[in-house]
């Protein structure tokens, strides 16, 4: 019996692995003879027998009404009902599908050429299982029956090539049992002789199939780690779905392209998850699924906190097994991006289409590849009829070579280029256009196409031509007014700078004009100014400009002239086309006469409006002189007039906005080498020119008040400086000139003993004032007495640019100066020129004579330092020992300074 029990046990195991294999009718078989005793008589089995020995849920089942005839312990087992119950039960109580769905199933297993139903069955418990219905038709006991062998469709299931296996192994089993039993009676004895040879032969399969199974599952597992790889790589989300509309399962290589968590799906409803819009969406995808077998393309866009997001939904419906329940297999696609793009695309391909502006595209040899409807209609050229031409055909040539290579560098260098051109239309008319463009860039970075748009602005320029006319020309007689005047009238003096001929600027006023328009009134006045307007424009040579500027006057710029003298032809010829009579409609005879101001450049170097306003003064001379001729502007007089004035203003404005400074020029003992003094120089650090000599700007000032003003400021400057020299321990002797109109101000030696008071560390005798000989002689008596008054408080003097002057004995001899400074004229002259070295020698004698120390300024070079000392000269001072310079470099200067060897030995 415990043989039996053992056999019976991998008989029933052995039933289920022959599930999948063409072996079930050795099972049968084998059934049949481990259920007789090795001992007994060999007999035939029956059917009940073999259906109730058989492993699987089997029922006999009515076809017509669905009455279960019979079921073996198996299904009683697998069902939860005993088998009396399930004999009184049909089979629609058990199967959860309605008849159209079953239906359904049984229409779509006859498409996919499948012999088994998926149905749902429910348990004794109210568990519902997805099982794999094998029936056919057999006949017993003379009634036409359903042998249905029942699989449950377990999850392990899952694999397509294993379940097809399966399937067609278990339909082989049926067939197998079905045939067994009805020819049960006609081959009993046969197998009943065989048994013992079929028992060995499954012994050996059972082995041989237990280790296909092993590999097969080694296959399943490789399959499955595969199949797991390859959803790793997939970016949708997959969704598997019961028939019922519940979550099985959830996969996603991307968390962040699901709304809830997996766990949220997870046994819940489409509807329970999903917002309601798109939970209908998805069960009109499953029907649709359910019927074709697939349903695509089903868009739904989901909230997200960052905004929303669209997705595309396929469904395919997924067949259930023995082991696995049928269900439906869900994948949603992230398309936002591609809705973006698409919608991006769309916008381009819109605006392209529609843009107002005519686009052209071209490759990167410039030749055509796409144009928009604007262009078409812009051009007249349809789009055949350009692509692949190069965009030169539009050409106008209205523009020089020049101007397309400027265009293409541009776009080579900054990638984009922006102007207006003229093109020409397929009719051959012109047509102006405001052209911009860019540059295409592939990955690389290399040019890929070049991309023009452009918009027809004729229509502008026309109206801008009209607005220039309205705005530079006369709207009475159509001349020139005063803008486009100052226009051509500043062109034309530069091309007379480039060139070097003169221009005449030509001031005309009607004489008699104002007695026309109060007899014959203005419109009579108004023909009368047209007509000489166009006589006087006919006296003018090609170049030359006549604008009115306003009322009855009239400017004339006549260019090119050879010489100043080349206009009076051309005035001659104007003032008789004034004076000429003027007939106008009506018979009525007019005449007048005219008075001309006339100014050259760039003789009269101003800019275009001052020319123009001398030219009007002169006019006024020409009728204030008997009208009806021209004057000439008198450049000379009003330009030193305005040239000193202008210049005066300016260095006072300099001088009381502290522009000027001092720098110094060391005196020295070129002998020993000693610092014996320094002169403070005024210099103008001039905001635009720089640093001016006073050579720039001091003469404006000989004779004025303010150059009184100018010494008064040196001084103090100099008195200030002595003081920051001596607080850094640097001690040297400063000299300031100043003019003879200073020293006779009244009240000159107080403000000097002023200044000393308030620099108490300063001595007198550090300030050493240069007195010009030529001005102290204009009034000897008293220059030497306020010479004499500061000697008398410490301050010593010395006579500048000794020489120049008369030099008188007397002279020198009245005025308290204890130093005389040879001119730097002579000194500089001195080694080629004997007069001028005879001169130096005489003031030489001359000091000596008199007791006087003397210096020599303008000491260039060694040459010059080492003449004077063989002369007897050693104080020097000049270009070849120092230059002036800022306050702040002389003691750095003198701490350096050292007499040349030359001038020691």
């Known amino acids: 019996m415990a043989m039996e029990r053992a056999t019976m046990h991998t008989m029933r195991t052995c039933l289920f ?165 009805e020819q049960s009676r006609v081959t009993q004895a046969w197998v009943l002789g065989a048994a013992l040879l079929l ?193 030169s055909l539009l050409k106008s040539d209205r523009q020089p070579p020049e101007f397309y290579q400027s265009m293409w560098q541009a776009l080579a260098d ?36 070049y ?36 226009d051509r009238l500043r062109q034309a003096m530069a091309h007379c700078l480039r060139s070097g001929q003169p221009l005449a600027v030509v001031f005309l006023d009607l004489d008699g004009f104002k007695a026309v328009n109060d007899r014959h009134g203005h419109e009579m006045g108004d023909l009368l100014l047209i007509g000489l307007a166009q006589r006087l424009n006919a006296t003018l040579r090609d170049g030359d400009t006549l604008a009115r500027i306003g009322g009855d006057e009239f400017v004339a710029v006549l260019v090119g002239l050879e010489a100043a003298t080349d206009s009076a032809l051309v005035l001659q010829r104007m003032l008789q086309a004034a004076a000429d009579p003027v007939t106008l409609e009506g018979g009525l005879t007019l005449q007048v006469s005219a008075s001309l101001g006339v100014t050259l450049f760039p003789q009269d170097a101003v800019d275009a409006e001052q020319l123009m306003r001398h030219a009007d003064q002169a006019m006024y001379q020409a009728k204030q002189a008997g009208k009806n001729r021209y004057h000439l502007f008198d450049i000379a007089n009003d330009a030193a007039i305005k040239t000193r004035t202008e210049r005066l203003e300016r260095v006072v404005r300099a001088l009381r906005g502290r522009e000027l400074v001092l720098h110094y020029q060391p005196k020295v003992n070129m002998r020993t080498g000693e610092l014996v003094g320094a002169e403070a120089l005024v210099r103008w650090q001039h905001p635009q020119e720089g640093l001016l000599p006073p050579s720039r700007f001091l003469p404006a000032l000989e004779g004025l008040p303010v150059s009184a003003e100018l010494d008064e400021w040196v001084l103090d400057e100099a008195f200030a400086q002595l003081t920051r020299w001596q607080a850094q321990g640097f001690d040297v002797p400063v000299s300031v000139n100043v003019t003879a109109a200073s020293l006779q101000n009244a009240g000159f030696v107080q403000r000097l003993q002023t200044r000393l008071a308030q620099c108490p560390g300063l001595s007198a005798g550090h300030i050493e004032l240069e007195v010009l000989e030529t001005c102290a002689l204009e009034d000897l008596v008293g220059t030497a007495d306020v010479m004499h008054a500061c000697r008398g408080i410490g301050v010593t003097f010395a006579l500048d640019d000794f020489g120049t002057g008369y030099s008188s004995l007397t002279y020198l001899r009245r005025l308290p100066a204890d130093l005389l400074k040879i001119d730097q004229s002579f000194v500089r002259d001195m080694l080629d020129d004997p007069d001028d070295l005879a001169i130096v020698q005489g003031i030489m004698g001359l000091a000596l004579a008199f007791r006087r120390t003397v210096i020599a300024e303008g000491v260039e070079t060694l040459a010059h330092g080492q003449r004077l000392l063989e002369l007897g000269c050693e104080l020097g001072q000049g270009y070849g020992i120092a230059r002036p310079m800022p306050p702040d470099a002389l003691p750095a200067w003198a701490a350096q300074w050292a007499a040349a060897p030359v001038w020691q030995a």
């Not at 649709?288 to 419906?317: C, D, M, N």
């Not at 280029?417 to 256009?433: C, I, P, T, V």
């Open 199 to 391: 028992q060995a032969g499954l012994i050996a399969y059972l082995w041989v199939s237990r280790r296909h199974s092993r590999q097969l599952q080694r296959q399943l597992l490789s399959t499955r780690n595969h199949l797991q790889a390859t959803l790793n790589a997939v970016p949708d989300l997959l969704f598997e779905v019961d028939a019922s509309g519940v979550f099985v399962s959830v996969h996603t290589a991307q968390q962040d392209n699901l709304f809830r968590t997996p766990g949220e799906f997870l046994g819940r409803t489409l509807e329970e998850v999903l917002p309601p819009a798109v939970a209908a969406m998805a069960r009109q995808a499953m029907d649709g699924a359910a019927l074709h077998g697939t349903s695509a393309g089903h868009e739904y866009t989901l909230s997200f906190p960052g905004g929303e997001r669209h997705f595309e939904l396929s469904v395919a419906a997924k067949p259930g097994t023995a082991d696995e329940r049928a269900g439906f297999v869900l994948i949603a696609r992230d398309v936002t991006q591609r809705k973006a793009d698409q919608a991006r695309l769309q916008l381009a391909a819109s605006v392209f289409t529609h843009a107002r502006e005519g686009i052209v595209i071209t490759d990167v040899q410039g030749r055509i590849v796409d144009v928009n409807d604007t262009f078409t209609r812009i051009t007249g050229y349809a789009a055949d009829e350009v692509l692949g031409q190069l965009p």
């Open 17 to 181: 692995t022959a599930a999948n294999g063409r072996a079930l009718w050795a099972v049968v078989w084998f059934m049949a003879c481990t259920l007789l005793p090795a001992h007994a008589q060999v007999r035939k089995p029956g059917f009940d027998e073999v259906f109730s020995a058989l492993g699987a849920p089997t029922l006999l089942i009515e076809p017509g009404s669905g009455q279960i005839v019979d079921a073996n312990p198996a299904a009683a087992t697998f069902y939860g009902h005993g088998q009396d119950t399930l004999r009184a039960m049909r089979i629609q109580a058990i199967n959860t599908l309605t008849d159209q769905q079953v239906a359904q199933e049984r229409q779509l297993a006859a498409s996919q050429g499948r012999n088994f139903f998926i149905f749902r069955h429910r348990l004794a418990d109210g568990s519902v299982r997805t099982v794999h219905v094998n029936s056919r038709p057999i006949e017993v006991e003379g009634r036409r029956l359903l042998l249905s062998v029942i699989a449950d469709a377990t999850p392990n299931a899952s694999d397509e090539e294993t379940m097809a296996h399966y399937h067609r192994r278990l339909e082989e089993m049926v067939d197998t049992q079905t045939r067994q039993i």
């Open 414 to 449: 900054k990638g984009h280029w922006y102007g207006e051109l003229w093109n020409r239309r397929k009719d051959g008319s012109l047509y102006a256009e405001m052209l911009t463009i860019g540059t295409v860039y592939g990955d690389q970075g290399q040019p890929q196409n």
């Open 451 to 486: 991309v023009g748009l452009f918009s027809d602005i004729t229509t502008q320029k026309e109206h801008q031509q009209e607005l220039e006319h309205i705005a530079h020309f006369d709207a009475l007689t159509g001349l020139p007014n005063r803008v486009l005047l100052s």
